[in-house]
């Protein structure tokens, strides 16, 4: 199966968002996923365009709901494979409160954050992960706002798989992707993602020397079921510490992967039937209504 559509991406030059959309396409290809039983989801901004560049189904969304549109469909149909693309801003700005309210549900399915600081699409203002003080080319004046940090805020809102990749290193991306999707509950996959028309800061240049992979420095992520509370604390301080590298050195990897129940496990104590009977194959018994108006008569 060809993952690639025949539409040719119409991003900028050296965009971040080609390294990440050959990843999913890739990894979607190794995996072996059904196209037809694939969704790819997103907001608005630059990456919004991907679906339009997969050969599986895609749905562009309305800026920052992209997560509410895909975990609907997810809950629907719990046989699909969902994936949830979008920007910073429309994942961090507009769409804050579904990020959080997402990570309190885990939903089985991954959400891939392009990560570039700007508003690409609009002309480069300041995006919420954009730091305090700094200033691009696209600004007249350095930002007044601090900046969120994706991977603490996903951990706060209680996201049990979380990573970063980096869209140049496309090769680990894809196997970030890959893993994001295997994994049973909601993934989060930051992604660095340079934009060289309007972030001339967090450049490809600026990130090479600095990128590191977590692995290679023999950290474990896995968090068990049933962990004693003091190996969790030190988990727990374990994250904290690499989340908010930065600067120097910035680690790539697999941060935290813990197994809790899936929020469709947790639907099975509300409807016994489902995941065996669930919305999208329609009505499955003829409504009874009389018994319906009786219940609500008042
Ligand atoms: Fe990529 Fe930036 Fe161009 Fe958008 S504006 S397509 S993020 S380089």
């Not at 007044?144 to 996903?154: M, Y």
């Not at 962990?227 to 790539?252: C, H, N, S, V």
Request: with cysteine.
């Amino acid at each position: 199966t060809d993952y690639k559509a025949d539409k040719h991406p119409d991003w900028c030059p050296g965009c971040g968002d080609f390294g990440i959309l050959s990843a999913l396409q890739m990894a979607l290809f190794e995996l072996r996923l059904d196209p037809s039983q694939t969704v790819v989801f997103s907001g608005i901004g630059c990456s919004a365009k991907t679906p339009h560049y997969l050969n599986v189904y895609g749905v562009h969304t309305l800026h920052g709901r992209v997560l509410p549109v895909a975990q609907g469909a997810k809950l629907a149909n719990p046989h699909l494979a969902v994936v949830a693309v979008g920007g910073d801003g429309d994942g961090l700005g507009i769409g804050a409160g579904h990020f959080v309210a997402a990570g309190r549900r885990n939903v089985d399915m991954l959400y891939i954050l392009y990560d570039n600081e700007v508003y690409g699409l609009t002309k480069g203002q300041a995006g919420p992960t954009l730091g305090l003080g700094e200033k691009t080319k696209s600004l007249p004046k350095p930002n007044p706002q601090g900046r969120v940090n994706p991977l603490l805020l996903a951990f706060a809102s209680g996201y049990t798989w979380i990573a970063r990749g980096y869209a140049y290193d496309v090769k680990g991306l894809k196997e970030l992707i890959k893993e994001g999707l295997s994994h049973k509950g909601l993934a989060f996959l930051h992604v660095l993602q340079p934009c060289p028309t309007y972030n001339d800061l967090h450049t490809k240049e600026w990130f090479a020397p600095r990128i590191y992979r977590l692995q290679d420095e023999g950290y474990d992520p896995h968090v068990p079921e049933g962990l004693p509370p003091e190996e969790l604390d030190k988990k727990m301080a374990q994250f904290q510490e690499k989340a908010a590298e930065w600067g120097e050195r910035i680690p790539t990897g697999i941060f935290w992967k813990a197994e809790v129940p899936t929020f469709e496990e947790r639907l099975k104590a509300y409807l016994p039937r489902y995941p065996e009977v669930y919305p999208a194959l329609g009505q499955q018994e003829p409504l009874d209504l009389e018994g319906l108006l009786k219940e609500f008569a008042l």
